[in-house]
């Protein structure tokens, strides 16, 4: 069931691996009983390149599924069911959800595979700002401590280098009706691709 943004944050910025707040418009909580036991939020994109995949008209109906946690209890098939009963709360507007899946940490999404997400392929390469010494991860912390790239450079006065994006799997789920789901994908300016396997590790389940 939907949940207070303020819950959803607390428990994604202490669990999740990122331990970073996402973009929260919609929060759902997954319940064993009284007891929660998963956190998913959906988000807008931060990138609005990503909101016009169907093309400028279609951006107000895109969504991010920005984070994902459940705990390790051995339960069968519980973040796809999750997903899925979440998918079906959302307010009807909202019938193109995006994620994404962590590459660089070994991740394949999984977890949309099994709920029949489509999978269109790794994100570009793209440069990104550090701070010199320091993990692309530990320098984003630094940026949202500080409102963002500019002000932590002003504030701090630390040297900046480029760093590298890590690459993520791309995963979309289209809600709606037949006629709908058909129409959005002659929009789409992307081929759809077999889904990613491999050795590498399965898709954490605390992650998208």
């Not at 909580?29 to 959906?42: A, D, K, P, R």
């Not at 995006?98 to 390469?125: C, E, M, P, R, V």
Request: hydrophobic share 30%; charged share 25%.
């Amino acid at each position: 069931r939907e949940i207070e943004k303020s819950l959803a944050n607390e428990i994604i910025i202490k669990y999740h691996y990122l331990h970073r707040r996402p973009s929260n418009i919609f929060s759902y909580g997954l319940y064993q009983g009284s007891t929660l036991i998963g956190v998913c939020i959906f988000g807008k994109p931060a990138s609005p390149s990503v909101c016009q995949l169907f093309g400028a008209d279609e951006a107000i109906h895109v969504l991010e599924l920005t984070r994902l946690f459940t705990i390790d209890d051995n339960i069968p098939n519980k973040e796809s069911y999750f997903i899925s009963k979440c998918l079906k709360l959302l307010p009807n507007e909202y019938d193109i959800i995006i994620s994404y899946a962590d590459y660089s940490k070994g991740h394949k999404g999984y977890i949309y595979q099994a709920s029949n997400w489509l999978y269109f392929g790794l994100t570009d390469k793209h440069v990104q700002w550090e701070y010199a010494g320091m993990s692309n991860f530990h320098s984003r912390h630094v940026f949202d401590k500080y409102g963002g790239v500019n002000q932590a450079k002003e504030i701090l006065n630390v040297e900046l280098e480029h760093g590298e994006r890590p690459q993520k799997h791309r995963y979309l789920f289209l809600r709606g009706n037949k006629k709908r789901r058909n129409y959005l994908m002659k929009q789409f300016r992307y081929e759809l691709q077999p889904y990613p396997k491999g050795d590498n590790q399965k898709a954490n389940p605390q992650t998208p």
